[in-house]
Protein backbone atom coordinates (compact mmCIF):
# COMPACT_ATOMS: atom_id res chain seq x y z
CA UNK A 1 0.00 0.00 0.00
CA UNK A 2 1.34 3.35 -0.91
CA UNK A 3 0.85 6.44 0.84
CA UNK A 4 0.16 5.25 4.20
CA UNK A 5 -0.74 8.25 6.50
CA UNK A 6 2.77 7.75 8.04
CA UNK A 7 4.42 8.80 4.86
CA UNK A 8 5.32 12.29 5.41
CA UNK A 9 7.76 11.09 8.01
CA UNK A 10 10.26 10.85 5.48
CA UNK A 11 10.59 14.14 4.14
CA UNK A 12 12.03 14.95 7.68
CA UNK A 13 14.70 12.47 6.84
CA UNK A 14 15.90 14.26 3.60
CA UNK A 15 15.66 17.59 4.64
CA UNK A 16 18.74 16.19 7.20
CA UNK A 17 20.80 14.71 4.64
CA UNK A 18 24.30 16.05 4.16
CA UNK A 19 25.77 15.84 0.87
CA UNK A 20 29.51 16.35 0.59
CA UNK A 21 30.62 18.96 -1.58
CA UNK A 22 30.93 17.82 -4.53
CA UNK A 23 34.22 17.77 -7.20
CA UNK A 24 36.42 18.10 -3.63
CA UNK A 25 38.62 14.96 -1.99
CA UNK A 26 36.52 13.32 0.90
CA UNK A 27 38.67 12.11 3.54
CA UNK A 28 37.22 9.70 5.70
CA UNK A 29 38.84 8.92 9.21
CA UNK A 30 38.26 6.29 11.21
CA UNK A 31 39.68 5.92 14.59
CA UNK A 32 39.42 3.31 17.40
CA UNK A 33 37.21 4.00 20.45
CA UNK A 34 38.94 4.16 23.82
CA UNK A 35 41.73 1.97 22.23
CA UNK A 36 44.02 2.83 25.29
CA UNK A 37 41.67 0.20 27.46
CA UNK A 38 41.25 -2.12 24.61
CA UNK A 39 44.95 -2.14 23.75
CA UNK A 40 45.71 -2.70 27.40
CA UNK A 41 43.18 -5.66 27.76
CA UNK A 42 44.56 -7.59 24.87
CA UNK A 43 47.95 -7.05 26.08
CA UNK A 44 49.27 -5.30 22.74
CA UNK A 45 52.93 -4.75 22.92
CA UNK A 46 54.54 -1.44 22.92
CA UNK A 47 55.23 0.85 22.07
CA UNK A 48 54.39 -0.88 18.59
CA UNK A 49 52.44 -4.04 17.84
CA UNK A 50 52.89 -5.48 14.49
CA UNK A 51 49.94 -7.83 14.40
CA UNK A 52 47.81 -4.95 15.76
CA UNK A 53 48.89 -2.73 12.84
CA UNK A 54 48.90 -5.57 10.40
CA UNK A 55 45.54 -6.29 11.34
CA UNK A 56 44.93 -3.00 10.99
CA UNK A 57 45.83 -2.65 6.94
CA UNK A 58 43.54 -5.87 6.22
CA UNK A 59 41.07 -4.02 7.05
CA UNK A 60 41.97 -1.15 5.58
CA UNK A 61 42.43 -3.01 2.37
CA UNK A 62 39.44 -4.63 2.66
CA UNK A 63 37.52 -1.17 2.30
CA UNK A 64 39.50 -0.74 -1.36
CA UNK A 65 37.90 -3.91 -2.38
CA UNK A 66 34.67 -3.75 -0.71
CA UNK A 67 33.89 -0.36 -2.42
CA UNK A 68 35.33 -1.52 -5.60
CA UNK A 69 38.16 0.13 -7.80
CA UNK A 70 36.62 4.18 -8.29
CA UNK A 71 36.18 5.03 -5.08
CA UNK A 72 39.10 4.94 -2.41
CA UNK A 73 42.46 6.44 -4.33
CA UNK A 74 44.59 6.00 -0.81
CA UNK A 75 44.49 5.49 2.30
CA UNK A 76 47.14 6.25 5.34
CA UNK A 77 47.08 4.17 8.69
CA UNK A 78 48.79 4.99 11.81
CA UNK A 79 48.26 4.11 15.44
CA UNK A 80 44.66 3.33 16.09
CA UNK A 81 43.58 5.06 13.13
CA UNK A 82 43.25 5.17 9.39
CA UNK A 83 42.54 8.10 6.66
CA UNK A 84 40.77 7.09 3.58
CA UNK A 85 40.76 9.69 0.71
CA UNK A 86 38.06 9.27 -1.86
CA UNK A 87 38.66 10.29 -4.90
CA UNK A 88 37.12 13.90 -6.04
CA UNK A 89 35.07 12.67 -8.99
CA UNK A 90 33.47 10.07 -6.63
CA UNK A 91 29.85 9.75 -6.54
CA UNK A 92 29.13 6.96 -4.42
CA UNK A 93 25.74 7.42 -2.45
CA UNK A 94 25.18 10.39 -3.60
CA UNK A 95 27.97 11.98 -1.72
CA UNK A 96 25.40 11.61 1.50
CA UNK A 97 27.95 12.50 4.75
CA UNK A 98 26.08 9.63 6.89
CA UNK A 99 26.06 6.67 4.24
CA UNK A 100 30.27 7.14 3.65
CA UNK A 101 31.17 7.38 6.78
CA UNK A 102 28.99 4.78 8.44
CA UNK A 103 29.84 2.74 5.75
CA UNK A 104 33.16 2.88 5.87
CA UNK A 105 33.49 2.58 9.54
CA UNK A 106 31.09 -0.25 9.41
CA UNK A 107 32.89 -2.65 6.62
CA UNK A 108 36.64 -1.48 8.36
CA UNK A 109 35.27 -2.92 11.61
CA UNK A 110 33.61 -6.04 10.32
CA UNK A 111 36.83 -6.88 8.67
CA UNK A 112 39.00 -6.05 12.31
CA UNK A 113 36.28 -8.54 13.93
CA UNK A 114 36.51 -11.16 11.70
CA UNK A 115 40.24 -11.19 10.78
CA UNK A 116 41.61 -10.74 14.64
CA UNK A 117 42.31 -13.92 15.06
CA UNK A 118 44.82 -14.68 12.12
CA UNK A 119 46.81 -11.99 13.30
CA UNK A 120 45.86 -12.37 17.04
CA UNK A 121 45.32 -16.63 17.15
CA UNK A 122 46.64 -17.07 20.76
CA UNK A 123 44.57 -13.95 22.16
CA UNK A 124 40.82 -14.59 21.40
CA UNK A 125 38.92 -11.21 21.00
CA UNK A 126 37.46 -9.97 24.53
CA UNK A 127 35.57 -7.31 25.72
CA UNK A 128 35.47 -4.29 25.44
CA UNK A 129 35.23 -4.96 21.59
CA UNK A 130 36.88 -3.14 18.81
CA UNK A 131 34.76 -0.19 17.87
CA UNK A 132 35.92 2.67 15.62
CA UNK A 133 34.51 6.57 15.57
CA UNK A 134 34.57 8.02 11.69
CA UNK A 135 33.97 11.48 9.88
CA UNK A 136 34.45 13.07 6.99
CA UNK A 137 36.30 15.97 6.17
CA UNK A 138 36.19 18.08 2.17
CA UNK A 139 39.59 19.53 1.00
CA UNK A 140 39.02 21.13 -2.12
CA UNK A 141 42.87 20.98 -3.81
CA UNK A 142 45.56 18.43 -4.02
CA UNK A 143 47.48 20.41 -2.11
CA UNK A 144 45.33 20.41 0.89
CA UNK A 145 45.04 16.44 0.17
CA UNK A 146 48.79 16.15 0.72
CA UNK A 147 48.79 18.12 3.34
CA UNK A 148 46.40 16.59 4.71
CA UNK A 149 48.41 13.55 4.74
CA UNK A 150 51.85 14.85 5.89
CA UNK A 151 50.67 15.98 8.93
CA UNK A 152 48.93 12.82 10.03
CA UNK A 153 52.75 11.17 8.85
CA UNK A 154 54.39 13.93 10.47
CA UNK A 155 52.43 13.16 13.84
CA UNK A 156 53.42 9.59 13.42
CA UNK A 157 56.99 10.22 13.70
CA UNK A 158 56.65 12.83 16.53
CA UNK A 159 54.45 10.33 18.20
CA UNK A 160 56.64 7.60 17.38
CA UNK A 161 60.09 8.86 18.14
CA UNK A 162 58.26 9.75 21.93
CA UNK A 163 57.17 6.53 22.38
CA UNK A 164 60.25 4.89 21.22
CA UNK A 165 62.31 6.14 23.55
CA UNK A 166 59.79 6.74 26.78
CA UNK A 167 59.61 2.42 26.12
CA UNK A 168 63.33 2.14 26.17
CA UNK A 169 63.88 4.04 28.88
CA UNK A 170 61.27 2.04 31.17
CA UNK A 171 62.22 -1.39 29.41
CA UNK A 172 65.56 -1.19 28.81
CA UNK A 173 66.76 1.75 31.66
CA UNK A 174 64.62 0.80 33.94
CA UNK A 175 62.31 3.84 34.97
CA UNK A 176 59.09 4.34 36.37
CA UNK A 177 56.86 6.03 33.66
CA UNK A 178 56.74 9.17 35.64
CA UNK A 179 60.34 8.69 35.80
CA UNK A 180 60.55 8.63 32.25
CA UNK A 181 58.46 11.59 31.35
CA UNK A 182 60.14 13.75 33.26
CA UNK A 183 63.36 12.98 31.57
CA UNK A 184 61.55 13.24 28.34
CA UNK A 185 59.74 16.32 29.14
CA UNK A 186 61.14 19.70 27.03
CA UNK A 187 63.23 17.43 25.27
CA UNK A 188 63.78 17.88 21.19
CA UNK A 189 63.98 15.18 18.56
CA UNK A 190 67.59 15.38 18.30
CA UNK A 191 67.75 14.87 22.11
CA UNK A 192 65.79 11.75 22.11
CA UNK A 193 67.76 10.25 18.85
CA UNK A 194 70.65 11.14 21.07
CA UNK A 195 68.90 9.57 24.26
CA UNK A 196 68.38 6.46 22.07
CA UNK A 197 71.73 5.78 20.10
CA UNK A 198 74.06 6.80 23.45
CA UNK A 199 72.43 4.89 26.23
CA UNK A 200 70.49 2.18 24.52
CA UNK A 201 72.68 1.66 20.97
CA UNK A 202 69.34 2.26 18.97
CA UNK A 203 70.10 4.16 15.57
CA UNK A 204 66.06 5.83 15.34
CA UNK A 205 66.61 5.52 11.74
CA UNK A 206 66.71 1.40 11.69
CA UNK A 207 63.90 1.63 13.36
CA UNK A 208 60.82 -0.32 11.34
CA UNK A 209 59.49 1.23 8.63
CA UNK A 210 55.54 0.77 9.52
CA UNK A 211 56.47 2.08 12.77
CA UNK A 212 58.47 5.36 11.17
CA UNK A 213 56.27 5.97 8.35
CA UNK A 214 52.64 4.48 8.58
CA UNK A 215 51.03 2.88 6.28
CA UNK A 216 50.09 3.77 2.76
CA UNK A 217 47.51 1.66 0.84
CA UNK A 218 46.72 2.16 -2.65
CA UNK A 219 46.66 0.70 -6.24
CA UNK A 220 49.40 -0.23 -8.17
CA UNK A 221 48.28 0.53 -11.34
CA UNK A 222 51.66 0.98 -12.87
CA UNK A 223 52.18 -3.05 -12.32
CA UNK A 224 49.15 -3.58 -14.62
CA UNK A 225 49.61 -5.12 -18.36
CA UNK A 226 48.75 -2.90 -20.73
CA UNK A 227 46.58 -5.80 -22.09
CA UNK A 228 44.67 -6.10 -18.92
CA UNK A 229 42.53 -2.86 -20.13
CA UNK A 230 41.26 -4.58 -23.15
CA UNK A 231 40.50 -8.04 -22.30
CA UNK A 232 38.35 -9.62 -19.44
CA UNK A 233 40.36 -10.95 -16.61
CA UNK A 234 41.36 -15.03 -17.40
CA UNK A 235 41.08 -17.07 -14.68
CA UNK A 236 44.60 -17.16 -12.81
CA UNK A 237 45.44 -13.56 -14.45
CA UNK A 238 46.00 -12.48 -10.60
CA UNK A 239 48.90 -14.51 -10.34
CA UNK A 240 50.61 -13.89 -13.43
CA UNK A 241 53.28 -12.33 -13.51
CA UNK A 242 53.01 -8.67 -14.21
CA UNK A 243 55.05 -6.13 -16.49
CA UNK A 244 55.81 -2.94 -14.80
CA UNK A 245 55.33 -0.27 -16.96
CA UNK A 246 56.71 3.60 -16.03
CA UNK A 247 54.31 5.98 -15.65
CA UNK A 248 55.46 9.44 -16.05
CA UNK A 249 53.75 12.42 -14.01
CA UNK A 250 51.29 14.16 -15.38
CA UNK A 251 47.89 15.80 -15.29
CA UNK A 252 44.55 15.25 -16.75
CA UNK A 253 45.24 17.51 -19.26
CA UNK A 254 44.79 16.48 -23.35
CA UNK A 255 43.21 13.26 -22.45
CA UNK A 256 40.39 12.09 -24.23
CA UNK A 257 37.23 10.40 -21.96
CA UNK A 258 37.50 7.30 -23.86
CA UNK A 259 40.95 7.26 -22.55
CA UNK A 260 40.40 8.25 -19.01
CA UNK A 261 37.77 5.34 -18.93
CA UNK A 262 40.30 3.04 -19.88
CA UNK A 263 42.47 4.33 -17.35
CA UNK A 264 40.03 3.80 -15.09
CA UNK A 265 39.21 -0.04 -15.77
CA UNK A 266 42.93 -0.82 -15.55
CA UNK A 267 43.07 1.15 -12.31
CA UNK A 268 40.03 -1.09 -11.15
CA UNK A 269 42.17 -3.65 -11.89
CA UNK A 270 45.01 -2.99 -10.08
CA UNK A 271 46.44 -4.50 -6.52
CA UNK A 272 46.07 -3.37 -3.70
CA UNK A 273 49.14 -2.78 -1.93
CA UNK A 274 51.14 -1.43 1.40
CA UNK A 275 53.87 0.26 1.51
CA UNK A 276 55.63 2.31 4.84
CA UNK A 277 57.33 5.57 2.60
CA UNK A 278 57.92 9.35 2.88
CA UNK A 279 54.40 10.87 1.50
CA UNK A 280 55.72 14.17 2.30
CA UNK A 281 58.03 14.82 -0.40
CA UNK A 282 57.13 15.34 -3.75
CA UNK A 283 59.27 11.90 -4.60
CA UNK A 284 56.14 9.42 -3.99
CA UNK A 285 53.57 11.55 -5.75
CA UNK A 286 55.47 12.22 -9.33
CA UNK A 287 55.95 8.70 -9.54
CA UNK A 288 52.49 7.84 -8.60
CA UNK A 289 50.29 10.39 -10.59
CA UNK A 290 47.22 8.20 -10.94
CA UNK A 291 46.35 8.45 -7.04
CA UNK A 292 45.39 12.11 -6.92
CA UNK A 293 46.67 13.50 -10.51
CA UNK A 294 44.07 11.66 -12.34
CA UNK A 295 40.64 11.92 -13.03
CA UNK A 296 38.73 8.85 -13.64
P1 LIG B 1 39.51 7.80 21.64
O1 LIG B 1 40.14 7.67 20.30
O2 LIG B 1 39.32 9.22 22.02
O3 LIG B 1 38.27 6.99 21.80
O4 LIG B 1 40.55 7.19 22.74
P2 LIG B 1 41.83 6.28 22.48
O5 LIG B 1 42.17 5.66 23.81
O6 LIG B 1 41.63 5.34 21.35
O7 LIG B 1 42.95 7.36 22.14
P3 LIG B 1 43.80 7.64 20.81
O8 LIG B 1 43.09 7.21 19.59
O9 LIG B 1 44.22 9.07 20.89
O10 LIG B 1 45.10 6.78 21.02
C1 LIG B 1 45.29 5.49 20.59
C2 LIG B 1 45.57 4.55 21.74
O11 LIG B 1 45.84 3.24 21.23
C3 LIG B 1 46.76 4.93 22.59
O12 LIG B 1 46.46 4.74 23.95
C4 LIG B 1 47.86 3.97 22.17
C5 LIG B 1 47.06 2.77 21.74
N1 LIG B 1 47.77 2.02 20.68
C6 LIG B 1 47.64 2.16 19.35
N2 LIG B 1 48.49 1.32 18.70
C7 LIG B 1 49.14 0.63 19.65
C8 LIG B 1 50.13 -0.40 19.62
O13 LIG B 1 50.61 -0.86 18.55
N3 LIG B 1 50.59 -0.89 20.81
C9 LIG B 1 50.08 -0.42 22.00
N4 LIG B 1 50.56 -0.95 23.13
N5 LIG B 1 49.14 0.55 22.07
C10 LIG B 1 48.68 1.06 20.91
MG1 LIG C 1 41.12 10.59 20.74
MG1 LIG D 1 41.38 6.06 19.40
MG1 LIG E 1 43.98 7.44 17.60
MG1 LIG F 1 18.42 -0.67 3.02
Known amino acids: MANSKFEYVK ?13 TYIVIRIDGRSFHRFTAVHEFTKPNDIRALSLMNAAA ?7 GGEVVSIAYGVSDEFSFILRKECNLFERREAKLVTTVVSIFTAYYVSLWAEYFPDKPLQRPLPTFDGRAVCYPSIENVRDYLSWRQADCHINNLYNTTFWALIQQGGMTAQEAEKELMGTLSKDKNEIL ?21 YRNYAAVPDSTAETEEKAGAETAPTTTVTVPAETQKGKSRSQQKREAKKLAKAEVVVEHVDIIKDTFWETRPWIIHWTL
Open 11 to 23: HFEQSNATHLLPN
Open 197 to 217: FSRFGINYNNEEEIFRKGSII
Open 61 to 67: KAVFHDL
